[in-house]
């Protein structure tokens, strides 16, 4: 699906000019209800006295993220008139500019829009009029391709045309270019994690990752024959009980100096996890469609790398399977041997990724020789239960790798939390049997979980990523109205672009 959007830019001397008179025009205003000098030309002084009446019978106050709309009054080339709340003067230099582009398209979704980025005290600069492009983008998509009749709802998003007045419009056009790209990359990721898995079974996926070559990306798909050869025991054990042949699918972005060792990302890409042998509880299996959520932001990452020919290397590396019981499967007491040559002791099949990951994780770091190393995966319920819907947790073995991570998250909003490893978690999985088992017991699952990894990762910077509460049964934001969030393409493409690429 694509976003229902369409984005242009203009200068602020558009402002009074409609198309043809019709069309919202949407201005801005802090919690004093001064408006800009673009927008009192374009409402002229009754207009803007208008604007101060109808807030005051209101209610309104100019909230942040708050709106007003109303009817354009007469002289006012538009048929409607929005009026959008910053909030405080002093809490401006924190805007939000993603989360304003997308109250802003949600409130004049499936029309026609002037937006005059223009208020007393600030020039939006043509960056953050990409954020806004970005965040616009983001709120109007939707996943509707199995609805077959589309109910006109309160929020119809497709249709909506925006367009930006502002100073800096003419570098705007190259921001708003990159956020159409990187809002691909996202919605990309998001496809994915909502399909189901009758359609994106292992095979399926791994063709629309080969998509990709499009963009210029090399593509590598591994089937099993060639995972058996590279003795992937872990990774095929799980995926022996499935129907669906598994699939790892190795992306290359070479954008960067030839023989530089590449960034690596790695994704979970569990289809569906039903637990397998260790079967899960009947209710809301139905959300484990989303297990490949890490899988989908590498695939979305590497759409927005190869779009906006981002000059480096990186390596995206996914492993995709389905965790399902059958008379094959394999099962609880298993004794199966990774491609490190580490034995693995099955204690539990519902804890698949990391068997699949680890036959992945050893892959790349044996074939690419990476300088660091990012993996994406819906690991474990205990990071939900540690960390909520908001966050995702991070376990990394180097402190200069987190610290960009976690720089990257609070530049795009996409928060991680930093999670320990400590020797003590590395010895809840020893195995009485093997080298380890694939279980931590009952406290600490998600420190466990990473544990497990970081014993594949051999000298590597790495750092894991437990998105199991942040990528799908996503919580409604101004920026996100589905079930799949993307989670992670945003967070990947500003890791890059802040500290891999050559400037
Ligand atoms: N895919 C799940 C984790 C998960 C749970 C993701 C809820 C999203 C929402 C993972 O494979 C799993 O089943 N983990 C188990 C591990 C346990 C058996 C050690 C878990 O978290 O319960
Ligand atoms: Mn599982
Ligand atoms: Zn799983």
Redesign the pocket.
Known sequence: MADGIEIGFGPLEQSGQGPGGSGDLVVFVGDDLALGSAARAALGAAGTDLVAKAAASEKFKGRSLSALTLPAPAGVNADRLVVIGLGLEKDRAKTDWPALGGFTAGKVSGRAARVVLDWPGTTVSAAQAGEFALGARLRTYTFDRYKTTKKPDAEDKSGTTLTLLLAEHGTASREGEGARTLSEGVILARDLVNEPPNVLFPEEFARRAADLSKLGVEIEVLEPARMRELGMGALLAVAQGSVREPRIVIMRWNGGPAGEAPVAFIG?G?VF?S?GI?I?PGG?ME??K??M?GAAAVVGALHALASRKARCNVVGAIGIVE?MPDGGSYRPSDIITSMSGQTIEV????????LVLADVITHVVRSAKPKAMVDL????????VALGQDIAGMFSNDDALAANINAAGEATGEKVWRMPLIPAYDKAIDSKFADMK???GRHG??A??ASFMQRYVEEVPWAHLDI??V???SNASEINRSWGAGWGVRLLDRLVRDHYEAR
């Open positions: 979970k569990v996890d637990g260790s899960k809301g959300d484990m989303g297990d959520g965790n204690i539990n099949t519902d804890a698949e990724g990391r995966a819906t690991l474990t319920g205990a990071i939900i694939n279980t931590g699952g998600a466990t979980a199991a509460g990528a799908m049964s």
